[in-house]
């Protein structure tokens, strides 16, 4: 296997034109940018689907997962027909699994968890970090200690990397989750809903700091084992 030439881009693409046509072209560098929604709305997904479109842009990435191992996360991510394997070989794509069963479950714990995330995040060479997810250290974080590490995580992004974010919806309630998604530069919301006899995932674009026209932007998908995301025409989701 030869090494391929890294020529960087941009634009973070998720490698799929439909979704980045909905996100007005793709993430903007130097951001931070929240995945937020419900169980089983794609979270994840997205998030690999960003990976995948990164990596193929030649980023390096730092992968923080508290829901995979390293193996599980590749065989996720092969089984959605995103082969990265060569990538995390070639050392492109750094996996770090969060394994949280025998720490101390304490808000001070949690605290001194969270910082030790920010200052390796601050010390990796990888331009772009994904966390999968944020949601289990809320409920041993204040309010106050989340939107610590919220905002060493944007002085990161202004010191040049790109971080993405995940999070269940149900994590805290509408007020304080209006105070976290404020410090976010982009805001992607994933829903389930019903179209006749099926569920689809629906993204939303509530808001891309820096690019035009994308607020409110939908774009509906549905994912299959075996074969990955597929995007579905807004005229088939709304039969």
Same mark, same amino acid.
């Given at each position: 296997?030869?090494?391929?030439?890294?020529?960087?881009?941009?634009?973070?693409?998720?490698?799929?034109?439909?979704?980045?046509?909905?996100?007005?072209?793709?993430?903007?560098?130097? &951001?931070?940018?929240?995945?937020?929604?419900? %169980?089983?709305?794609?979270?994840?997904?997205?998030?690999?689907?960003?990976?995948?479109?990164?990596?193929?842009?030649?980023?390096?990435?730092?992968?923080?997962?508290?829901? %995979?191992?390293? @193996?599980?996360?590749?065989?996720?991510?092969?089984?959605?027909?995103?082969?990265? &394997?060569?990538?995390?070989?070639?050392?492109?794509?750094?996996?770090?699994?969060?394994?949280?069963?025998?720490?101390?479950?304490?808000?001070?714990?949690?605290?001194?968890?969270?910082?030790?995330?920010?200052?390796?995040? %601050?010390?990796?060479?990888?331009?772009?970090?994904?966390?999968?997810?944020?949601?289990?250290?809320?409920?041993?974080?204040?309010?106050?200690?989340?939107?610590?590490?919220?905002?060493?995580?944007?002085?990161?992004?202004?010191?040049?990397?790109?971080?993405?974010?995940?999070?269940?919806?149900?994590?805290?309630?509408?007020?304080?989750?209006?105070?976290?998604?404020?410090?976010?530069?982009?805001?992607?919301?994933?829903?389930?809903?019903?179209?006749?006899?099926?569920?689809?995932?629906?993204?939303?674009?509530?808001?891309?700091?820096?690019?035009? @026209?994308?607020?409110? %932007?939908?774009?509906?998908?549905?994912?299959?084992?075996?074969?990955?995301?597929?995007?579905?025409?807004?005229?088939?989701?709304?039969?």
């Amino acid at each position: 296997m030869a090494e391929v030439i890294r020529k960087k881009v941009d634009v973070i693409s998720t490698g799929n034109s439909e979704i980045d046509k909905g996100l007005g072209g793709g993430m903007p560098p130097k &951001s931070l940018t929240l995945i937020e929604g419900e %169980n089983d709305t794609g979270k994840s997904v997205m998030l690999q689907q960003f990976t995948w479109g990164a990596l193929r842009q030649y980023h390096n990435i730092a992968y923080y997962t508290t829901e %995979n191992t390293t @193996k599980s996360f590749l065989s996720q991510m092969g089984s959605l027909s995103l082969d990265v &394997s060569d990538h995390f070989a070639w050392g492109y794509l750094k996996i770090y699994p969060l394994q949280l069963e025998e720490i101390e479950w304490s808000e001070d714990q949690m605290r001194k968890m969270l910082h030790l995330i920010s200052t390796h995040i %601050n010390k990796s060479k990888e331009e772009i970090v994904m966390i999968d997810s944020l949601t289990v250290f809320t409920t041993y974080s204040t309010e106050n200690d989340i939107m610590d590490f919220l905002t060493d995580c944007k002085f990161i992004c202004d010191g040049g990397k790109t971080l993405f974010i995940t999070l269940h919806k149900h994590a805290y309630e509408e007020d304080a989750l209006v105070r976290i998604r404020s410090i976010f530069d982009g805001h992607i919301v994933l829903l389930k809903e019903q179209v006749g006899d099926r569920f689809i995932n629906v993204l939303q674009v509530s808001k891309v700091r820096g690019a035009t @026209k994308t607020t409110g %932007n939908i774009v509906s998908f549905e994912v299959h084992p075996g074969f990955g995301l597929r995007v579905i025409p807004i005229t088939q989701a709304q039969l």
